[in-house]
């Protein structure tokens, strides 16, 4: 069983910056990768990046290429989301997930099997 924890939210005025982190412990066998995913209030939950843990390759939502970035630290277990020029759009809530995968890229799509609790991001002035 795999566990996820996310940190680094918070209140942020527009233009600002955050850095989330997605704390990985337990065990999860053979390959796997972690998206980022969000849901503001009365909205569907949306994928908004992912990452391989093994290769390292990445995928984003059109929409935030260039604002976000998704990295990790296999020596920490942690992936994380940097977050730049932060809109009011952004605010919502932050998961992390995981997904066992022997190949293949990552996907926006959460049928994810593994989710941490979130973090609030509120962008606001």
């Known amino acids: 069983q795999l566990q996820l924890v996310e940190s680094g939210g918070g209140l942020v005025q527009p233009g600002g910056s955050l850095k989330l982190s997605c704390a990985a412990s337990?065990?999860?066998?053979?390959?796997?990768?972690i998206g980022w995913f969000r849901q503001a209030p009365g909205k569907e939950r949306e994928g908004v990046s992912c990452i391989r843990a093994n290769s390292g390759s990445t995928k984003y939502a059109e929409s935030l290429k260039g604002r976000f970035t998704i990295s990790r630290d296999s020596a920490k277990n942690t992936v994380y989301l940097r977050m730049n020029n932060l809109k009011p759009e952004d605010t919502a809530v932050y998961y992390c997930a995981a997904k066992p995968s022997p190949f293949g890229p990552c996907t926006l799509s959460p049928d994810y099997d593994f989710w941490g609790q979130g973090t609030q991001v509120t962008v606001s002035s």
């Open positions: 337990g065990f999860i066998s053979g390959t796997y990768y």
